[in-house]
């Protein structure tokens, strides 16, 4: 018998979207001198109109933010700002399944991620930093409690409004004032992110928000007025623009790319270790900088978890990402698409085995099976770079020094995962690894207070947690 | 003797097999029967799985007060859901106490649900505190009387103090009183084995032993057929028919009340053993509230609202 599940979409009726929007600057919209399409990358239905922020845009929403600073922001009590965050994350709250069908229909994410990982996390974020605001001398960082100044953030498509969510609620909470700009093809939750400033009543220019592409973060990048620059993206944009602050005062934190090896040991618990793996590369249609996107298989267990990974690989249910049971969404844009096409061909053209489920893809919008390569080796392409997409590269290994050889032998080192059933293997295998972030007998796992960040070409600097607080406090004086 | 080919049924070779196992990790299992537990079943799909839970509802009584009268007003209702809509199909089977068995069958001959069977505890349920020999006769009687299933239930007692091969031998033994005239379900009663290690382990033993079908609980022990454990079970068969091309049902009992809680097993099943397993010669339930719940959720299917519980029949 076959239990078809009938389509559940999540009713799109909860978001209003206008046809074009401007910046939100000094707590008020202001139109944009130019515009691109954002387009919902599941059906490539053109969604809205967004503005394309200029040098003159990010210049505006700096001075707002130097003024903001200067007149209203640092002068409040850590608990007045305190008040500010928390109310923000209760609307947040309030308004979840408005962010979480907007985020899906933007970015092509599973409304089931977007409901129960994303909103929640954001809001999270912004409940633990109100927390903080009041009780920065006791966080024992190595800083001073003194914050910044104005802030330049630059945020990616994966994770929208978590990542605004990990950049805006630290820098408020330590009192600094914001100029973000969300990514090109991303932008719609965080200017809904922007009615609800306006809704919680923060002072007019804590939070600006630029709209725009590359140009616009290099003007940002680039902008005297800014004190800290806060990055999350590629490694390549982010070695740019440390090129750029190099020369200047100004502070910097990155958050890269990532090539994360999933260990798992010849006596790891086999199921939950599948479902860790599916959970480490498909979670998100792995546009994940922290995704286990090298499974790193013992020997002697490999055709039996590749076995296994292979049917419940055919239970992933691709499709309408605001189908509740949809478990793999679409590609965020054409353009990594055809990244993740190029990627696969090298895979194939250096010999590696590939293997998909059966799946019918949709024909509009942006679509790639849940993909893994086999017989990958250390040389392949696909071992090496981030693909950044719903493909696993499946290495093996005897001992347990080769292992660990093999997962730290990449220029990345922001993620790892130790698959194991014997506590001191994962002790001796955690010491090892060259990672900022290491998870055992479970992947993906995220949390407010837990700091996360890389090692090596992954990242400079920690976020969240008291780690992430200091990087948005001014230099050591303690 | 050879069970499977996998062990000798022996005391070594049964304690080698169970120990070579891969463990289960209690937080990830949780997690994926939780995700699992997300799937939104809605439209035509529900109105598939709830007909498909009513036919493997195991309409239980098993209560100290139970008469004659019950057991065949149980029947009736077993064999005709909704006496007043045909299009509901028929439950699983009668699940009834052994002294209850000649009634039960009876009762269904008489009403022409010949081919309804009727399923009895057994073993000395629900604790399974007797000497060997009663516990045979017990399953004697019942097959006698008409049982085409026996529940009998495991000796937790020597499953927690390591004393495998009891077990084992009683399952084989009770197995071989089967025969070929009754189905054989044996009852892990995982709320007293409460690790999920347990239970892979304990439904390993049964089905090694010759069980047709792995059953969670009696029902009169808290905690029962818990999504993990189900799911855990699922696995077991799912991968004990890599091994050895036999399929082996699985039944949850006890706690299953709502049509939600059933469709969510459906889904546990579907993604987990297989769709091979949606079946009611694979798959049972075990219950007694949820089958009246059943058919209001499929009456507001077909009338678009929810009527009151006086139209469906309490027993």
Redesign the interface.
């Known amino acids: ?8 979409p999540e009713s799109r009726s909860v978001v209003k979207i206008d046809p074009e929007y401007g910046h939100f600057i000094n707590g008020k919209w202001v139109n944009g001198s130019s515009h691109f399409n954002s387009i919902n990358p599941a059906t490539e239905e053109v969604l809205s109109r967004i503005a394309l922020g200029t040098a003159a845009d990010v210049d505006a929403a700096v001075k707002a933010a130097r003024n903001a600073f200067d007149k209203s922001w640092s002068k409040l009590s850590g608990r007045e700002r305190g008040k500010y965050l928390f109310r923000i994350a209760r609307i947040m709250q309030e308004r979840a399944r408005e962010f979480a069908v907007l985020e899906t229909l933007d970015n092509g994410k599973p409304i ?1 991620e977007s409901r ?1 990982v994303d909103v929640p996390l954001s809001a999270a974020h912004f409940f633990y930093h109100a927390g903080w605001a009041d009780k920065l001398e006791y966080a024992g960082v190595d800083t001073t409690t003194a914050p910044h100044g104005v802030v330049g953030q630059i945020i990616p498509w994966n994770f929208p409004l978590l990542m605004l969510a990990w950049k805006v609620a630290p820098a408020l909470a330590t009192g600094n004032t914001v100029v973000l700009k969300p990514a090109e093809t991303t932008s719609l939750t965080a200017l809904l992110f922007a009615q609800v400033c306006q809704q919680a009543g923060l002072p007019d220019g804590v939070v600006n928000i630029v709209t725009g592409d590359g140009s616009t973060g290099s003007a940002i990048v680039s902008h005297p007025g800014i004190d800290k620059i806060a990055f999350t993206g590629s490694t390549e944009v982010g070695k740019l623009i440390a090129r750029a602050v190099a020369p200047t005062n100004k502070s910097l934190t990155l958050e890269l790319g990532g090539k994360g090896a999933n260990i798992v040991f010849g ?7 599948v ?2 793996i599916v959970n480490g590369i498909f979670f998100n249609q792995g546009h994940v900088c922290c995704a286990g996107s090298r499974l790193i298989l013992q020997e002697n267990i490999a055709d039996e978890v590749l076995e296994k990974l292979k049917r419940r690989m055919e ?1 992933i249910r691709v499709g309408d990402p605001l189908d ?2 949809t478990d793999l969404g679409a590609i965020n844009s054409g353009e990594q698409l055809a990244k993740i096409h190029e990627l696969t061909a090298a895979g194939d053209a250096e010999g590696a085995g590939r293997w998909s489920p059966n799946c019918a893809l949709p024909d509009k919008g942006f679509w790639f099976a849940p993909t893994i390569f086999t017989g990958v080796t250390q040389s392949h392409r696909i071992a090496r770079e981030e693909i950044f997409g719903p493909v696993l590269s499946v290495l093996t290994f005897r001992t347990p020094a080769e292992a660990i050889e093999k997962a730290n032998n990449t220029p990345f080192g922001l993620s790892a995962g130790i698959w194991s ?1 014997k506590g001191s293997n994962i002790l001796w295998a955690s010491q090892q690894l060259r990672a900022g972030v290491i998870w055992a ?2 992947f993906n796992k995220f949390d407010p207070a837990s700091p996360f960040g890389g090692y090596k070409e992954s990242g400079w600097g920690r976020e969240g947690g008291r780690h992430g607080l200091s990087a948005y406090l001014k230099g050591s004086a303690k | 003797m050879s069970f499977y080919g996998l062990v000798d049924g022996s005391d070594a070779s049964l304690r080698n097999y169970l120990k070579q196992l ?4 209690q ?3 949780e ?2 029967a939780a995700m699992l537990a ?9 109105a ?2 709830i007909d ?1 839970a009513i036919a493997m509802v195991d309409l239980t009584t098993l209560e100290g007060a139970d008469t004659p009268g019950k057991v065949q007003a149980l029947c009736a209702k077993a064999f005709r859901p909704d006496p007043t809509d045909s299009s509901v199909p028929h439950v699983g089977a009668v699940c009834v106490y052994n002294d209850m068995v000649g009634i039960a069958r009876q009762h269904l001959d008489a009403i022409g649900a010949h081919e309804l069977p009727v399923a009895a505890v057994s073993t000395a349920f629900p604790s399974g505190r007797a000497s060997m020999a009663v516990k045979l006769q017990d399953t004697k009687d019942a097959i006698d009387a008409g049982a085409a299933e026996i529940d009998m239930v495991i000796d937790r007692g020597a499953f927690l103090s390591g004393r495998l091969i009891e077990v084992f031998q009683e399952i084989v033994a009770i197995r071989e009183v089967c025969g070929d005239q009754a189905h054989l379900k044996v009852i892990l009663e995982t709320g007293e084995l409460v690790t999920l290690d347990n239970v892979r382990k304990a439904s390993y033993l049964a089905m090694l032993a010759g069980a047709h079908f792995i059953k969670t609980s009696t029902g009169k022990v808290a905690p029962a057929a818990t999504a993990p454990v189900v799911l ?1 079970m699922l ?1 077991a068969v799912r991968d004990f028919y890599d091994l050895t091309k036999v399929r082996i049902g699985v039944k949850p009992a006890g706690g299953i009340r709502t049509t939600k809680d059933a469709i969510k097993q ?2 546990l099943v ?2 987990t053993a297989g ?1 091979e397993w ?2 009611p010669s694979l798959f049972r339930i075990g219950a007694s509230a949820l089958l009246n719940d059943l058919l209001m959720q499929r009456m507001k299917m077909s009338d678009g609202y929810y009527a009151s519980p006086n139209y469906v029949t309490i027993d």
Do not use: C, H, Q
Not at chain 2, 22 to 25: E, I, K, L
């Open positions: 018998m076959n239990f078809e599940y009938a389509a559940a089931r129960d006596d790891a618990a086999i199921d939950e270790t479902e860790g239970k509740k049971n059933e007998n479970t | 891969p463990g289960v990790d937080v990830g299992a997690a994926r997300t799937r939104s079943i809605k439209t035509t799909s529900k598939w799985a498909t855990v696995e459906l889904v579907n993604e769709p949606l079946n």
